[in-house]
C-alpha cells in the first residue's frame, strides 16, 4: 500500500505528455487564453474621430516669416494660472466658462497646459469629434476664427480646445498664437487653462491678458501662490485676480487656510472659497465630466463670472450677489468698499 500511494504522488508531479511547452510567454498566452475574453476587456479611452479639415498634416518646425501684428490689444482672453499641480484649476476654468455660456456669451475654453492637457478627458467629451491642439496649424501665422471655432468641440455650449500630450508633436508658439487670435475676435471670452504658466512669458496674448491665479487654502499651497505671483510680476503680467480653493482630503477641521488669513499672507483680495465636492471628484475621477457646479462652488463661481463679465463687457452690469464688487481683473488689488460701478463700467468711491 506504500509503495502505490508513493508511486501516485510521483505521477502527479510529472508534466502530461499531451501538453506541448511554448516557447515564449506570448504563445502560451494565445493558446490558453479564450479569444472572447480579450475582445471583452474594456477600453477606457477612445480616440475622437479625425475633424474632416484636419486631414494628414506635415507640420512645419520653421516660424513663418511674417507674424500677424500685436499691438492691437485683445481684452477678452483670461490666462488662468495656479502655482503648482493638482489645485483644480482645469475644473474651475470649466465651471467659469460654462457660466459664462449660461449668461449669454459666446466663449471658448482653451487648454495650453502641454505638461498634462487631457482637458476632453476631464469634461467627458473625448470621443466627440473636434479639433484638438496638436491638429492645429499656422502656416502664415494666422488662422481664420469661424472656421477653428466651428471645428471645436461643443460643451455645455462651450467650445473647448484641448491638448493630448501623448498624441504627436507639441504646439509651436505662434500656433499657439495664431488659435488665441483668432478665437479672440470670434468669441466674446477666452477662458485659457494655462496649468503653471509655462508659455505666459513666451506669448504676448497669454501676457497682456487678464490673469487669474487659483490658490490652494493651505500652508504650502499659499507659499506656492506668492512665489507664482512673483513669476507672474517678472514676465509684466497685470495684477493677477485670485480665488482660493479648499484642498481636497484634509481632515475634518485641519489643513485649510480661512480666506482672512489668506488675504493677510498674500496681501490681495481673494475670492473664495471653492469648497471640494465628492460627487464631482469621482464624477472626474470615472470619466464621467463635470455633470453640475456644485452647491459649494456656485456662489464663487458666479462672483467670478461677474469680474469676467465686467472686464469683457464694461458696460454690462454684473449678476450674483455682488460679492465680486471693488475687485477687477487686471486691477491692482483691493478696492475701497462703499463705492459702486457706474454706466461707463468704472468705478467710483461716490468721493
Request: charged share 25%; net charge negative.
Amino acid at each position: 500500500m506504500q509503495r502505490s500511494r508513493d508511486s501516485r504522488a510521483a505521477v502527479s508531479f510529472a508534466p502530461p505528455l499531451d501538453v506541448p511547452l511554448p516557447d515564449d510567454d506570448a504563445a502560451a498566452a494565445s493558446a490558453i487564453r479564450p479569444p472572447d475574453i480579450a475582445a471583452a476587456v474594456p477600453r477606457y479611452y477612445t480616440p475622437p474621430p479625425k475633424p474632416a479639415a484636419s486631414g494628414k498634416r506635415k507640420r512645419s518646425n520653421t516660424a513663418p516669416e511674417t507674424l500677424p501684428a500685436t499691438d492691437t490689444a485683445l481684452h477678452n482672453i483670461v490666462t488662468m494660472t495656479a502655482g503648482h499641480a493638482g489645485v483644480g484649476s482645469s475644473v474651475l476654468a470649466a465651471m467659469l466658462s460654462w457660466e459664462l455660456a449660461n449668461r449669454g456669451l459666446r466663449c471658448a475654453l482653451v487648454d495650453v497646459d502641454f505638461t498634462s492637457g487631457c482637458l476632453d478627458l476631464l469634461l467627458g467629451v473625448e470621443r466627440e469629434p473636434g479639433l484638438r491642439f496638436n491638429e492645429v496649424e499656422a502656416p502664415l501665422g494666422q488662422i481664420e476664427g469661424e472656421a477653428l471655432h466651428y471645428e471645436l468641440t461643443a460643451w455645455e455650449g462651450v467650445r473647448v480646445l484641448p491638448y493630448h500630450p501623448w498624441d504627436g508633436q507639441t504646439p509651436e508658439w505662434w500656433e499657439v498664437q495664431a488659435a488665441l487670435r483668432a478665437l479672440a475676435q470670434t468669441n466674446d471670452v477666452v477662458i485659457v487653462d494655462a496649468g503653471q504658466g509655462e508659455l505666459v512669458e513666451a506669448i504676448p496674448e497669454l501676457r497682456d491678458a487678464a490673469q487669474l491665479m487659483v490658490v490652494e487654502l493651505s500652508v504650502l499651497g499659499l507659499a506656492r501662490a506668492k512665489a507664482h505671483r512673483n513669476r507672474l510680476v517678472a514676465w509684466k503680467c497685470a495684477t493677477p485676480d485670485v480665488v482660493g480653493i479648499e484642498p481636497r482630503g484634509a481632515p475634518r477641521g485641519r489643513g485649510n487656510v480661512g480666506i482672512g488669513e489668506a488675504e493677510d499672507y498674500l496681501a490681495a483680495a481673494v475670492l473664495g472659497p471653492v469648497r471640494p465636492s465628492v460627487t464631482l471628484c469621482g464624477d472626474v475621477l470615472e470619466g464621467l465630466g463635470i455633470r453640475t457646479v456644485p452647491k459649494g462652488s456656485r456662489k464663487t463661481v458666479d462672483a467670478l463670472a461677474d469680474l469676467v463679465e465686467r472686464a469683457v463687457h464694461p458696460r454690462s452690469r454684473g449678476r450674483g450677489n455682488g460679492a465680486s464688487r471693488g475687485r477687477g481683473l487686471g486691477g491692482n488689488g483691493v478696492r475701497e468698499s462703499g463705492g459702486a460701478w457706474d454706466d461707463e463700467g468704472a468705478w467710483s468711491d461716490g468721493r
